[in-house]
């Protein structure tokens, strides 16, 4: 049975008892049903100005009282308080535990790399937090992300008060593969459609359900295929069933879009939300940490798979002393994938203090395992003077 990754509300600009009060309707509501949810999140409004004092304080508080664990703060740097958002992120990460922080690095295809660079600096000193660098957890960069996306930290909601289901679908995958291991793929994409498009339906259903009696909008699934720490829970795992022995060999980017093509065709007869692809998250994917230990996985390798799959560079541990050019030009090729092929994508690097060989973050053990850090190559582009890019509409262009 397919599990529930997360429940995410999305709150209007203005929010307070009202909302508060049909969100714990809602959140005992689910608690009636059969699936398992692993964790329910709240979204928020982005900012591009200073909130007022204690602005958070009962949001804060009805996290604390209802389980709930985290909540987003969607920051819009591309503002004149710049400098001050920054100190405001870094503080609500140090102080608030249950806080992300998601700051959009490209909207509309524009590329801001004043932002970027903004980024990396409040990246590097969260990094020093906690010894272990474990708070970039909590911080990550979006590029051309949509509205109301459940998964975390890429998060931001749209102002309408609704909420946004991300599914846990890779165990169920990993054992209808198993189930079915003789077939090819024609044959095993029917049998993983067939069955987890039923599953989905039960959900649906009951999304409505709770949508209708609370009056608050249900706005559709996120399908990724997203690691987890229990059996089948690996995406890795999963490839290898297809016939992928070697991670950055031959294959793979087939078995990507394989799989990428079937989670957004459940986008067809359901409604659909955020990035519904494949999502190879390094420290959150035991089997993929297995890899980088063994023999080192390169971040190149991850950014060719972001043109197939859902996410981009996530939960990469690196060394706190990599230079921010190098950083730059890696978040640069990012961004240039998702604006020439017009898909939303993130980032999420990880800088450990000190250097040392392998990570010590066991504070989340339920999300994310520990790996080897990453070894970057250090080309750095010429970016000087660009406050913001965008590459050029080739239809309109006239030379």
Request: with cysteine.
């Amino acid at each position: 049975m397919i599990n529930i990754r997360t429940i995410t509300y999305n709150l209007p600009k203005k929010f307070g008892k009202i909302e508060f009060d049909i969100m714990d309707k809602c959140i005992n509501e689910w608690n009636k049903n059969k699936y398992l949810i692993r964790t329910t999140r709240i979204s928020t409004v982005p900012i591009n100005t200073i909130p007022k004092d204690n602005y958070y304080d009962p949001l804060e508080e009805f996290c604390d009282n209802h389980n709930i664990n985290w909540y987003s703060i969607p920051v819009n740097l591309n503002s004149k308080k710049q400098n001050e958002l920054i100190d405001f992120s870094y503080n609500m990460i140090k102080t608030r535990e249950k806080v992300f922080i998601n700051i959009d690095g490209a909207k509309d295809s524009n590329m801001y790399f004043d932002v970027i660079d903004k980024y990396i600096d409040l990246m590097n000193k969260v990094a020093h937090i906690s010894e272990n660098g474990k708070d970039n957890f909590r911080l990550g960069l979006s590029i051309n992300t949509i509205e109301d996306e459940p998964f975390f930290p890429f998060a931001k909601s749209s102002g309408i008060f609704s909420f946004t289901i991300g599914l846990e679908l890779t165990q169920e995958i990993n054992k209808i593969i198993d189930e079915n291991s003789n077939c090819n793929f024609e044959e095993l994409r029917k049998k993983i459609i067939t069955k987890i498009d039923k599953q989905i339906t039960e959900i649906e259903k009951y999304a409505e359900k709770v949508s209708r009696k609370y009056h608050i909008q249900f706005k559709g699934f996120d399908f990724s295929l997203a690691p987890y720490m229990e059996e089948n829970g690996s995406i890795i795992e999963l490839i290898e069933k297809l016939g992928i022995k070697v991670f950055d060999g031959p294959g793979i980017m087939f078995v990507t879009s394989f799989l990428t093509n079937i989670l957004k065709s459940f986008g067809n007869k359901h409604k659909k939300i955020g990035f519904s692809g494949v999502m190879y998250s390094l420290l959150e994917d035991y089997k993929l940490c297995e890899i980088n230990n063994n023999k080192a996985i390169y971040l190149e390798d991850l950014i060719k798979l972001s043109t197939m799959c859902g996410c981009g560079i996530d939960m990469i541990p690196i060394k706190d002393s990599v230079s921010k050019e190098v950083l730059k030009s890696y978040i640069l090729d990012i961004a240039a994938i998702s604006c020439r092929l017009e898909k939303p994508l993130g980032v999420r690097f990880l800088p450990i203090p000190n250097n040392p060989e392998y990570t010590s973050l066991n504070e989340f053990s339920n999300f994310i395992t520990n790996t080897k850090l990453v070894k970057l190559n250090k080309n750095t582009l010429i970016t000087n003077g660009i406050k913001e890019f965008k590459f050029l509409d080739i239809n309109k262009t006239v030379l």
